[in-house]
């Protein structure tokens, strides 16, 4: 099975030139997609336990915040 895009939506304002372009290209492309709102996410504030967790992501350590976990069901799947 063919893995979703990762529509990632940073548009605040519905009416947004960026969105409708977006989602014109998701239609043209015809393949499944998954959307996340950032908006939507409720992200919190930065602190140094974040610094230092988003320097573990980079590095490929676990990540226990769960606004950073999002790419977890764009991991490549194994048969």
């Known amino acids: 099975m063919e893995s979703p895009i990762l529509y990632v939506n940073a548009c605040v304002r519905n009416e947004s030139r960026t969105k409708r372009l977006a989602e014109r290209l998701l239609a043209m492309l015809g393949k499944p997609y998954e959307e996340i709102r950032l908006h939507e996410i409720s992200f919190p504030p930065s602190t140094k336990r974040i610094s230092i967790n988003v320097t573990n992501l980079v590095s490929g350590a676990i990540i226990r915040i769960p606004c ?5 069901s764009f991991r490549k799947r194994r048969p």
């Open 68 to 72: 950073l976990n999002l790419h977890g």
